[in-house]
């Protein structure tokens, strides 16, 4: 394939997807697709690509687009995931999505229609989702019966480096959310801040709380992973911003419904633009762990994987850019040379070989540690 286009690849998530594709990949061409233009084209001068503008609204222009390109990359916030997947698939044009959540299942539903295209649409290949799942997969590799995966993230950020993050930190943890976690085929609806629990990340952060957070993951990995009973996935942020969120839930700043014609989440969402370095200079990092629970023969397993990268000395603020995007990359890379493992609509976990994936995160200075521990009954 000679050429990909990145529609929203100069947001705060695409711009790391961008770069990497600039300096890691073996495209011809490489365009910037953005509804603001002289953004695009500002990086786009910067990496010595191309820039276009998109309205990702437009179905009829999408697909009129996606013909001029050999696969996409979908940047652009989950609410766009839908359209755009359609979009691609009629296109007949390969997409990675590096969004998800509540689109998956619809998306997932495509699957016929993908295959009959001849083509494959990876969802949610970020960080978590994206490098979870492939976790996932591999703890799966070395068990003859997978019981349980229990995916965990500590995002270490200010609040709002860009309007979008800010927007994601509100509604993970905002009642009018739907956060779920899957156990034996079902979804269990649960309410903000509730499953906490203690999960050891590699350092510096170490051991912290936890709490349930909605995530594809709980959509695609029982899919996937044949048998899994239990799939969840919790989440974290520094924890001066977690104090003040199960602050603000109790009083109910969090909600999405208006009092006296004011939304108190929309209003704290304004106030915290204004103060988008709020809690102060502190670690940027974005570390997942994932816990893969099950049995091989007599024995009981558990594999557990850790995502590490360089701290703020090197990275400076760029981390969860960069963990976040670099894998919607080396996705779109993986898929364009042909190392898709089928067609069809796809989870992370059915499209890519792990290690393989991990690899190339590797030659990123992202690290994926796993430690495996086996208990056979006397």
Not at 130 to 152: K, T
Request: aromatic share 8%; proline share 6%; charged share 25%.
């Amino acid at each position: 394939m000679k050429s990909i286009l990145v529609l929203g690849g100069c947001g705060a998530m695409g711009n790391g997807a961008t770069r990497d594709l600039a300096a890691y990949s073996d495209f011809d061409t490489i365009t910037i697709a953005d509804l603001d233009l002289d953004k695009a084209g500002a990086l786009a001068q910067e990496l010595e690509v191309e820039a276009r503008s998109v309205d990702v609204t437009d179905k009829s222009e999408l697909i009129r687009v996606f013909g001029e390109h050999d696969i996409v990359l979908n940047c652009t916030s989950y609410a766009f995931g839908l359209g755009i997947t359609e979009a691609a698939i009629e296109a007949r044009k390969p997409m990675l999505d590096l969004g998800g959540l509540y689109n998956t299942p619809k998306q997932l539903a495509m699957t016929d229609k993908a295959k009959e295209a001849g083509v494959t649409i990876v969802l949610g290949m970020g960080a978590t989702p994206g490098v979870s799942n492939l976790m996932a997969r591999a703890g799966a590799a070395r068990m003859d019966q997978v019981d349980a995966i229990h995916i965990h993230f500590a995002t270490y950020r200010s609040i709002a480096p860009s309007p979008g993050l800010l927007q994601t930190v509100l509604d993970e943890f905002s009642p009018s959310t739907k956060r779920f976690y899957h156990q034996d085929g079902e979804l269990v609806e649960v309410d903000p801040f509730e499953g906490e629990k203690m999960v050891t990340f590699d350092a510096p952060i170490g051991r912290i709380p936890t709490w349930f957070v909605p995530h594809s993951e709980t959509h695609t990995l029982p899919r996937f992973i044949p048998g899994v009973k239990r799939v969840d996935v919790r989440g974290t942020w520094r924890p001066e911003i977690m104090h003040a969120l199960k602050h603000y839930n109790e009083v109910g700043l969090l909600d999405a419904e208006a009092v006296n014609g004011v939304v108190p989440k929309n209003l704290l969402r304004d106030l915290f633009l204004q103060c988008g370095d709020w809690p102060g200079p502190g670690e940027w990092c974005f570390y997942v762990n994932v816990e893969v629970k099950g049995r091989r023969q007599e024995a009981a397993v558990t594999a557990t994987y850790n995502l590490s990268h360089p701290g703020r000395e090197e990275w400076g603020e760029e981390a969860t850019g960069r963990v976040t995007g670099i894998p919607a990359s080396i996705g779109a890379q993986m898929i364009a040379q042909g190392r898709a493992l089928s067609p069809g609509v796809l989870g992370p976990e059915a499209a890519f070989e792990p290690w393989d994936f991990f690899a190339e995160l590797a030659k990123r200075d992202i690290k994926v540690r796993e430690e495996v521990l086996e208990i056979r009954s006397a």
